[in-house]
């Protein structure tokens, strides 16, 4: 028996983001969607099925896992975009007969087995889709799932609730590390600070409306403030006088300064200057200059409309920022409106507010946008990479190449201003 996290045909609207991972390696809260799954079911076996372009790189962080293959001759298979709740393992158990469960018309998971199976192996394919189980039965269940970029962002502080009350079983000592004179815990029994982590005097960790997590080997510099729910990753750094609001999730070897709240910032990425960001998704390998601002909140209140796909989505929101894809980067001042999307390795400046949908590989800003072209973006990256001691795999740099060919077309004309 063995469990296979997949990617469904809906990945297109968790851009930018999922351009670069599969969608079960989205983060919300502390933790991967694919590692909330796993969770779930502990100890099982289990496989990862993504786009093709995306398995080399797979195969290269998950040793000894088998992507986009199946061997068993019974497998459950649960989408990698679900936001699984603890009680997934009695809403789909693990053994069962064949079954399609869904929500909507939107595909959960399928328990499949025996010559189900094995016709099923002939006919897989990627991404996957509900019309390759046709004839199972269905069974109909409410679980969570993220239709785009926005609903990770929304349910990104219950989530953090979550992965605390998980990992604080885990924890006898809750706070470790070295804690300076000066410090101040409010309500010190919702933080956890791991071994090797500095507190620095003046800092203020309020965990009254959440739980507060900090990573094993992060700084917190003095007088930094931050407000739970609040997850700081490993060997992250929290400047001087920065303001962690609420619901933020920063991740491991981030630098992150100004002021930010109901954010997510995936691994490896720099805010470290003035500047505010809210209701907002930062890829990874990003770059925010200096005095980087985003507004999340319209004039009027109104709902906030985004582009994506080279559709208009009215997201029904009257709170969101700026969407950012990996190897992104914003010069010193740069002004964001609200709901932008900036695509993949973007390098976006100049006064006044850009497009608010910035395609994957754009140089520029408001006054005009050129294609930023891959072999430069390349070198760049690299040296980025480089500074934290990375080096960049055949399988990564194919990937850029790859997404700069599929989003070509979205660059057809000089000075593509599309806002």
């Known amino acids: 028996m063995q469990l296979c996290i997949f990617e469904d045909d809906r990945y297109g609207d968790l851009e930018p983001l999922s351009l670069y991972r599969p969608t079960f390696e989205l983060v919300c809260g502390k933790n991967t969607l694919r590692e909330k799954i796993l969770r779930s079911y502990p100890g099982v076996k289990y496989s990862l099925h993504c786009r093709t372009y995306l398995a080399p790189l797979q195969e290269i962080l998950n040793p000894g896992i088998e992507i986009n293959k ?13 936001i699984a709740s603890k009680d997934l393992s009695n809403i789909i158990p693990l053994n069962n007969s064949d079954k399609l469960y869904l929500n909507g018309d939107r595909i959960i998971a399928a328990h499949v087995s025996g010559k189900n199976l094995k016709e099923l192996k002939s006919r897989l394919n990627v991404p996957i889709d509900k019309r390759l189980f046709s004839g199972l039965p269905v069974e109909l269940v409410e679980v969570k799932t993220a239709q785009y970029i926005w609903d990770l962002i929304y349910q990104n502080g219950k989530e953090l609730i979550s992965d605390f009350e998980f990992y604080s079983s885990l924890n006898k000592n809750r706070i470790s590390g070295k804690i300076s004179d000066g410090v101040h815990f409010v309500e010190k029994e919702n933080i956890i600070i791991e071994e090797g982590a500095q507190i620095k005097p003046g800092v203020v960790i309020d965990a009254s409306e959440g739980p507060v997590f900090i990573g094993k080997n992060s700084i917190i510099f003095p007088n930094a403030v931050i407000e739970g729910p609040a997850y700081i990753g490993e060997s992250s750094l929290i400047k001087s006088c920065s303001t962690i609001y609420k619901n933020v999730s920063i991740g491991k070897l981030c630098k992150i300064g100004g002021e930010v709240e109901n954010l997510v910032f995936l691994p490896y990425s720099n805010k470290q200057h003035a500047g505010y960001l809210g209701h907002s998704y930062i890829g990874s390998w990003v770059n925010i200059g200096a005095d980087t601002n985003c507004s999340d909140l319209k004039n009027n ?37 609200t709901g932008t999307i900036a695509g993949f390795s973007c390098n976006i400046f100049g006064s006044g507010f850009p497009a608010k949908y910035i395609p994957s590989f754009s140089w520029g800003g408001s006054d005009d946008l050129i294609t930023y072209e891959a072999d430069k973006s390349i070198v760049t990256a690299k040296k980025v990479m480089e500074r934290r001691l990375k080096k960049m795999s055949d399988a990564e740099e194919n990937i850029f190449k790859f997404i700069f060919s599929v989003t070509e077309k979205e660059r057809t004309n000089k000075g593509f201003n599309i806002g």
């Open 301 to 337: 209140y109104g709902s906030i409309k985004v582009k994506l796909n080279g559709t208009t989505v009215d997201t029904g929101l009257q709170f969101l920022g700026l969407i950012m894809g990996d190897h992104s980067k914003t010069a010193i001042n740069t002004m964001f409106n």
């Open 70 to 82: 199946i061997s068993d001759d019974e497998c459950l298979f649960i989408n990698g975009s679900i």
